[in-house]
């Protein structure tokens, strides 16, 4: 079952460090989505991608943060200079290009800020 | 403006009875709507979604919703919880109009216990 991937499942680092996740999406699937989810709530938008190109970018990502889809396939998100706040799950998803289709998630990168 | 609304926070049943999650969304368009679910330290997985075609959707695990337009509620219901089912219960809905219809917006989760 190749669903969507993550690595890694956990990162611990101290503050100011920067920080790179990856996420291998199903291969079939065009687009690829990054949500961050903090305790006791439910994911929310940071970016997506149609193939390689970034078409959507929310306001709760800052400039810190910067994500990439080079050919298409796999993706990262990179966290410069972390701050306490950045403690989260971050989860990537994929899924077929069209209106209203499921999106499919991967388990999540889960940040620790010391 | 869309937005959805999970009205429990925490749902308690015991094995054997039944579950109800409830859900209320409002939308200027008309939605598509979801229920996910997600166990502890892992991603979420998609129940059943519902696109505009028939009213009561039938999901996996033997989940099913039903949208009430007149109510904007689209309900959680199974008729025999399963100590496997205790999970995190999220409803999300996506706007219709043309331009987002990608985005997920989730409500703040329902965790649903088993007692068995």
């Known amino acids: 079952d190749t669903g969507v991937s993550q690595n890694p499942r956990h990162k611990i680092t101290k503050r100011g460090q920067n920080v790179t996740f990856r996420c291998d999406p199903i291969?079939?699937?065009?687009?690829l989505y990054w949500y961050r989810q903090t305790l006791g709530q439910g994911p929310e938008f940071l970016t997506y991608?149609?193939?390689?190109?970034?078409?959507?970018k929310s306001r709760l990502l800052s400039d810190r943060f910067s994500a990439e889809r080079p050919k298409g396939s796999f993706s990262t998100l990179e966290i410069q200079r972390t701050e306490q706040g950045d403690s989260a799950m971050y989860l990537c998803?994929?899924?077929?290009?069209?209106?209203?289709?499921?999106?499919?998630f991967g388990d999540g990168t889960r940040l620790s800020i010391l | 403006a869309q937005s959805v609304t999970q009205l429990d926070s925490h749902v308690s049943v015991s094995e054997g009875t039944p579950v109800l999650l409830r859900c209320n969304y409002s939308?200027?368009?008309?939605?598509?709507l979801f229920w996910y679910v997600q166990h502890p330290n892992k991603g979420l997985q998609l129940l059943l979604k519902?696109?505009?075609?028939?009213?009561l959707v039938k999901g996996i695990n033997g989940f099913e919703a039903e949208f009430k337009k007149s109510e904007t509620s689209f309900h959680l219901t199974k008729p025999s919880a399963h100590m496997s089912d205790a999970a995190e219960y999220f409803c999300?809905?996506?706007?219709?109009?043309?331009?987002?219809?990608?985005?997920?917006?989730f409500g703040k989760g329902t965790l649903l216990t088993v007692n068995p």
């Open positions: 939308s200027s368009y008309s939605p598509s």
């Open positions: 998803a994929s899924s077929f290009t069209g209106s209203n289709q499921p999106q499919h």
């Open positions: 999300v809905v996506i706007l219709n109009s043309g331009g987002s219809n990608y985005k997920l917006t």
């Open positions: 991608f149609q193939n390689e190109a970034q078409l959507e």
């Open positions: 291969s079939e699937h065009n687009r």
């Open positions: 519902y696109t505009s075609a028939a009213t």
